[in-house]
């Protein structure tokens, strides 16, 4: 009998404190290769917390969490990793053009800067439909067209897992459809996603399962379709991601 292979995403028991408040409550997950799970929930419910526990910038209080088969702690668990924060209210302010901000996606603890002439650099702009603003700074740029820059950031190295955080929030209608088509092609080709939505939206027939928090509690794992209708007010502050966070720290934390 074949071994059953580890889950991408692993998660047992995790507490999460932000500074005298418990924000997560013994949550479990996993995640196996090729799922494209939504994480939902009120305002306020914990969602921002686990994804930011899970790519390894939130230390847990207590529990476990691996990511592709190794623990989080360690920095080359995130090798395969891509991952897209929040947009905080600091990153159109970054001072940088799309193309040298997908660059800083290649950065690792054994590459300093890499070349902006590197290929992957145009391909992961092509595949979010911004290779023709290439070379425009992102101070220059809508939010939703910040937010394409940033997936493409984190589509620079062909990573294993996606993570992120309300994508679809603050853009338009066409450019959250052009987001849902680019998921689905990477879920076609066997990229594990796992995306934090206010509303499953264009995505809802491609959801794999709905992970439903409230109150930092895992109350619904399973379809989309019986996930339960939960208030949406605010059960404690999320903030979202520094800027650090945006700008390769979540690859290879100190």
């Given amino acids: 009998m074949s071994e059953q292979a580890a889950p991408v995403v692993e998660v047992h028991g995790a507490n999460v404190a932000r500074g005298a408040q418990r924000v997560l409550h013994g949550v479990d997950l996993r995640i196996d290769a090729g799922e494209l799970v939504a994480l939902l929930g009120a305002n306020g419910s914990g969602k921002s917390t686990l994804l930011r526990a899970v790519v390894g910038v939130l230390p847990l209080e207590s529990g476990t969490a691996r990511l592709l088969g190794r623990p989080v702690s360690q920095g080359l668990a995130h090798d395969g990793l891509g991952y897209v ?15 040298e901000t997908v660059a800083s996606g290649l950065l690792t603890a054994r590459r300093w800067w890499p070349s902006v002439r590197d290929p992957r650099i145009d391909a992961a702009l092509e595949a979010v439909g911004m290779a023709d603003l290439a070379g425009r700074p992102t101070t220059r740029m809508s939010g939703g067209q910040r937010r394409r820059v940033m997936i493409a950031r984190a589509l620079v190295r062909d990573p294993e897992l996606l993570v ?3 994508p679809f929030s603050g853009v338009d209608t066409p ?4 987001i849902a088509a680019l998921f689905r092609d990477l879920s076609a080709r066997g990229t594990t996603l796992l995306v934090v939505l206010h509303e499953t939206g264009p995505l809802t027939d491609d959801i794999s399962r709905a992970v439903v928090l409230d109150h930092g509690r895992v109350v619904h794992d399973g379809p989309v379709s019986e996930r339960p209708r939960l208030d949406p007010g605010h059960g404690h502050p999320e903030d979202a991601a520094p800027l650090d966070e945006c700008l390769g720290q979540e690859i290879h934390p100190a």
């Fill in 85 to 99: 924060p929040q947009e905080s209210a600091d990153t159109g302010s970054i001072p940088a053009t799309a193309r």
């Fill in 175 to 178: 450019t959250q459809e052009l």
């Fill in 164 to 166: 992120l955080d309300e």
